[in-house]
């Protein structure tokens, strides 16, 4: 597993442009040199950047440009550069973003799409669709906005009053201050009328709370700017300013407080809240992390799978003495954890039997300065309330009980991390799972970071629990049993998850069902399902591992069972593409014709076998 904010974390620097695009300008300028040499060159070249590359890096400092400047100060003022808060865009600040957006689009449109690399047609393709999705999100926004602007009719003021601090101008201090009182009264009006509205849409009420939370925070980036250092403003502004943000922090929560899920679903006591999104919403966000499967489709592979792992886990049950019954099994594996304060030196060991497995049989290139580099953590309290396991990325985050829980939830978490369910997923978390994928993605076409897909993140650690598992890497039936585990697990997460976004399960049928079909504990399963409906990740990630895992798994019978590829060549060209969807790595590595509108198509499973 690894958090959400990976996802964006691979390097990005503001020399990027400047590097890539002289790159791939010297190839252009020799090319003619170029083709008299080798092509080691050339290809060296393509691991970095692409005819498009430059395009898709200024694209990203443009959009970042336009966030960054219209967006408020996060003021400290004990340092010299401020970092700025993402709120909710002002409607300019959305027209610009749509305006920049089409640009690009028309950049696009300019460029020699036939004549390029795959490479090339690659960034393209994924450049466009990353557009076409922002401008969606940005319509969609667009749209929810009108609905609530009867709710902020002193939205205006504030914006404008914003845009004029935005380049210093004066502003009239006693005018402000009758200004902000006006609007202060408009506000308690606003609340006194809807304090009577019973409720509105969850999704709406929470547009309209991150509405009113925008709006303070740019009104007072206006008042940090002239407090004390305009004379008439500091006289005649902080009461009425004073009085006006109180009214925003309240009308944001009586804003919040009615907002009511519209669902079909049964009334349900887990106590975890989530949205889901629908069926047409799901297949919207499928299409564009080019799964080309609908939400049914993926749930009979989960399904497949699952009955896969229900054979495998059976035999050894039959191993250990168990005979069919899997859970008594999976009951003794979990007792043998260890004891608290040895957690850490458990994962070393885990982690050397991977990585010496790996070595052995050559299945990938790992640079030693990755080897050398990776970091760990002891995982909180907090933390673990909705993530029960470890965690990684540029540190693997370990996951067991601390002195401030209580003795069963310390139980919980020994048993849910025992030695034999650990054994498969350290490698997931560090190397050539996701410490291997940060240190590859940060060298190897860091421009493509904005591209990024669960799909592909998940899909790589999770691809490379099934390959270990297929190479024999568990040896004894208990080591089985705790690889299976979590691909049970992974199977569940499809199941549980889309029946949730499609309306079909509540929360608390998502919770029994991974005790009673994966064997989960109960506070695990609760902060597994937490984890996914309100850990803030997308509606789609928690499926990503697994058919991610099976898309790479689809590319490995292709490339390396065909015998075109060995292992090695493709892991190390798999992680040279960067985390990318899946089938635009496939598009590379088999250099298949692409045209301008691709859409995806490929059909990785086969559920005939």
């Given at each position: 597993m690894i958090p959400s904010c990976f996802i964006k974390s691979v390097l990005k620097t503001n020399l990027l442009p400047a590097l890539f695009v002289g790159i791939f300008s010297a190839v252009t300028l020799q090319a003619p040199k170029v083709a008299a040499q080798s092509g080691n060159f050339k290809a060296a070249i393509y691991e970095q950047a692409s005819e498009v590359s430059g395009l898709i890096i200024q694209h990203g400092q443009d959009i970042g440009a336009i966030k960054d400047f219209y967006s408020p100060y996060n003021l400290n003022p004990k340092i010299e550069w401020q970092d700025k808060i993402y709120v909710l865009n002002s409607p300019e600040e959305r027209q610009r973003l749509v305006e920049v957006?089409?640009?690009?689009?028309?950049?696009?449109?300019?460029?020699?799409?036939?004549?390029?690399?795959?490479?090339?047609?690659?960034?393209?393709i994924l450049l466009k669709k990353d557009i076409d999705f922002d401008l969606g999100a940005l319509k969609k926004e667009e749209d929810e906005y009108n609905k609530i602007t009867k709710y902020i009719p002193y939205a205006d003021d504030i914006y404008q009053l914003e845009k004029k601090r935005r380049r210093g101008t004066f502003l009239d201090g006693q005018q402000v201050a009758l200004q902000l009182t006006s609007i202060n009264k408009q506000l308690k009006d606003a609340i006194a009328s809807f304090k009577k509205t019973e409720s509105?849409?969850?999704?709406?009420?929470?547009?309209?709370?991150?509405?009113?939370?925008?709006?303070?925070?740019?009104?007072?980036?206006?008042?940090?700017?002239?407090?004390?250092?305009?004379?008439?403003?500091?006289?005649?502004?902080?009461?009425?300013?004073?009085?006006?943000?109180?009214?925003?922090?309240?009308?944001?929560?009586?804003?919040?407080?009615?907002?009511?899920?519209?669902?079909?679903?049964?009334?349900?006591?887990?106590?975890?809240?989530?949205?889901?999104?629908?069926?047409?919403?799901l297949v919207r966000q499928l299409k564009t992390e080019m799964i080309s499967y609908t939400p049914e489709e993926l749930i009979?592979?989960?399904?497949?799978?699952?009955?896969?792992?229900?054979?495998?886990?059976?035999?050894?049950?039959?191993?250990?003495?168990?005979?069919?019954?899997?859970?008594?099994?999976?009951?003794?594996?979990?007792?043998?954890?260890?004891?608290?304060?040895?957690?850490?030196?458990?994962?070393?060991?885990?982690?050397?039997?991977?990585?010496?497995?790996?070595?052995?049989?050559?299945?990938?290139?790992?640079p030693p300065l990755a080897e050398e580099t990776w970091g760990m953590i002891m995982m909180t309290p907090e933390r673990q309330l909705v993530n029960p396991f470890f965690t990684g990325g540029k540190e693997i985050s370990i996951s067991y009980p601390t002195n401030t829980m209580q003795e069963n939830d310390?139980?919980?978490?020994?048993?849910?991390?025992?030695?034999?369910?650990?054994?498969?997923?350290?490698?997931?978390?560090?190397?050539?799972?996701?410490?291997?994928?940060?240190?590859?993605?940060?060298?190897?076409?860091?421009?493509?970071?904005?591209?990024?897909?669960?799909?592909?993140?998940?899909?790589?650690?999770?691809?490379?629990?099934?390959?270990?598992?297929?190479?024999?890497?568990?040896?004894?039936?208990?080591?089985?049993?705790?690889?299976?585990?979590?691909?049970?697990?992974?199977?569940?997460?499809?199941?549980?998850s889309l029946n949730y976004h499609m309306g079909n399960w509540a929360p608390q049928q998502c919770v029994d069902f991974l005790v009673?079909?994966?064997?989960?504990?109960?506070?695990?399963?609760?902060?597994?399902?937490?984890?996914?409906?309100?850990?803030?990740?997308?509606?789609?990630?928690?499926?990503?591992?697994?058919?991610?895992?099976?898309?790479?798994?689809?590319?490995?019978?292709?490339?390396?069972?065909?015998?075109?590829?060995?292992?090695?060549?493709?892991?190390?060209?798999?992680?040279?593409?960067?985390?990318?969807?899946?089938?635009m790595i496939r598009a590379t590595l088999t250099n298949q014709p692409l045209t301008r509108d691709f859409t995806t198509s490929w059909k990785f499973y086969d559920f005939k076998n």
């Open positions: 957006h089409t640009d690009y689009l028309n950049k696009l449109k300019q460029l020699d799409f036939d004549n390029m690399s795959v490479y090339g047609k690659v960034d393209y509105i849409d969850k999704p709406l009420a929470t547009k309209g709370k991150n509405a009113v939370h925008g709006l303070q925070q740019r009104l007072k980036n206006v008042y940090d700017f002239y407090m004390g250092y305009d004379p008439m403003f500091t006289w005649w502004v902080p009461q009425p300013y004073k009085l006006l943000d109180s009214s925003l922090t309240t009308y944001a929560k009586l804003i919040d407080s009615k907002g009511k899920l519209i669902t079909t679903q049964k009334p349900d006591s887990s106590g975890i809240k989530g949205v889901p999104i629908g069926r047409e919403e009979s592979l989960a399904n497949k799978e699952f009955a896969w792992c229900d054979k495998e886990m059976l035999k050894a049950s039959r191993e250990m003495g168990y005979g069919d019954n899997w859970k008594a099994a999976l009951e003794k594996v979990k007792t043998s954890y260890v004891p608290a304060g040895h957690q850490p030196e458990l994962i070393l060991k885990l982690y050397n039997d991977a990585i010496s497995f790996i070595k052995e049989r050559d299945l990938i290139t790992i310390k139980l919980m978490s020994m048993r849910g991390n025992n030695p034999y369910f650990s054994r498969g997923t350290v490698q997931h978390e560090l190397i050539p799972g996701h410490n291997l994928q940060y240190f590859m993605n940060s060298r190897y076409k860091p421009y493509r970071s904005d591209f990024s897909t669960p799909f592909s993140v998940e899909g790589w650690s999770l691809y490379w629990e099934l390959l270990l598992y297929d190479k024999g890497f568990a040896k004894t039936p208990e080591e089985r049993i705790g690889m299976l585990f979590w691909r049970m697990h992974r199977c569940a997460r499809i199941i549980f009673d079909r994966v064997g989960h504990e109960k506070a695990n399963a609760e902060g597994e399902v937490r984890r996914s409906f309100e850990g803030g990740y997308s509606p789609l990630y928690q499926i990503a591992y697994l058919v991610g895992g099976l898309e790479l798994w689809g590319l490995k019978k292709e490339l390396v069972d065909s015998g075109k590829m060995t292992f090695k060549q493709y892991h190390d060209a798999v992680m040279k593409e960067n985390q990318i969807p899946i089938e």
